[in-house]
């Protein structure tokens, strides 16, 4: 009786132990960790950066044309 | 400066989505990986359209009870950045698609699109929104273009909420928020998600009412030199 209950428990154990495998997800940590994403992170604020200074450049043009046309 | 707090607000917003987006931790799930970082692009693009569209809303509504041809414009621009935002909605949603939803490799022509009813009620709903802008080119009389079109958007809005937000939740549907499961809670946002999430909507709402008020700006400049 002992034997079988011990046997159950441990083949409840391993079956735990399979699940909890199955549920750690890979992630890029190591990406992050050896500084590259810092990279992806410059260049799309540089690039977002960008688009506000166009937008800016608009948004004085029009200022200016407002002041213009109320003249 | 003191009337532009909103568009530095933006920018800022933007910028943090962009850096914390990145660098901050996300929950690890099986299948999404890192792209659950999508949620802070892809996701705020439907935001964005929703609320540039609401706007667009209040503002045809506005028109229909005043006849102030400012507030058929505000409309008309609103829809046309409305759009902006649900096109970047869907090639977005199609890219994350076909990596985490589709079996396909990456350079099969197969998996850009799932026959799902989120996807193509949203697709449905891009197209009532273009066919306002047909509608707009098609009719030469002013004022008669901003009542017919102030009418029409009223119905698109309609049209819209219930191929976006009614019909997923009530069939199954691949995309998360959806069959029957509404709200944020669906999403399993974790709280540091949601410290960039909801800012992220922000920002880039802003952003959108930015550009916006650009192109309302321009138009007013254009009815006055043409009037």
Redesign the interface.
């Known amino acids: 009786m002992k034997k079988l209950l011990a046997l159950t428990l441990s083949v409840i154990c391993s079956l735990a132990c399979t699940a909890q495998e199955s549920?750690?997800?890979?992630?890029?940590d190591a990406m992050?960790a050896n500084g590259k994403?810092?990279v992806?992170?410059a260049v799309?604020?540089i690039i977002?950066?960008g688009i506000?200074i166009y937008?800016v450049k608009?948004?004085k043009k029009?200022t200016k044309?407002?002041r213009e046309?109320t003249k | 400066m003191k009337k532009n707090w909103w568009k530095i607000l933006a920018v800022v917003l933007v910028i943090y989505t962009i850096v914390a987006g990145f660098l901050m931790d996300v929950p690890a799930k099986p299948i999404l990986h890192e792209t659950i970082r999508n949620q802070y692009f892809h996701v705020c693009m439907w935001f964005a359209m929703l609320i540039t569209m609401t706007v667009s809303l209040v503002y045809s509504i506005k028109y229909l009870l005043n006849s102030d041809p400012m507030h058929d414009v505000i409309a008309f621009e609103a829809v046309n950045i409305s759009i902006l935002f649900g096109v970047l909605g869907l090639i977005t949603g199609s890219v994350w698609a076909k990596f985490t939803w589709s079996e396909w490799p990456l350079f099969s022509v197969k998996g850009w699109w799932v026959n799902d009813v989120k996807l193509n009620g949203a697709a449905v709903c891009m197209l009532v929104y273009m066919a306002y802008l047909v509608l707009r080119g098609s009719l030469e009389e002013e004022q008669k273009r901003a009542k017919i079109s102030s009418v029409y958007n009223i119905f698109a809005y309609v049209i819209m909420i219930v191929f976006l937000l009614i019909l997923p939740r009530m069939t199954v549907s691949l995309h998360p928020g959806n069959g029957g499961n509404p709200g944020f809670s669906s999403y399993d946002l974790s709280n540091t998600m949601r410290m960039v999430f909801y800012p992220a909507v922000i920002g880039w709402t802003l952003l959108g009412l930015w550009m916006m008020q650009l192109r309302i700006r321009t138009r007013k400049i254009e009815m006055k030199n043409y009037l």
Do not use: Q
């Open positions: 549920t750690s997800v890979e992630m890029a992050r994403i810092y992806v992170v799309l604020t977002f950066i506000v937008l608009i948004d029009l044309l407002e046309n």
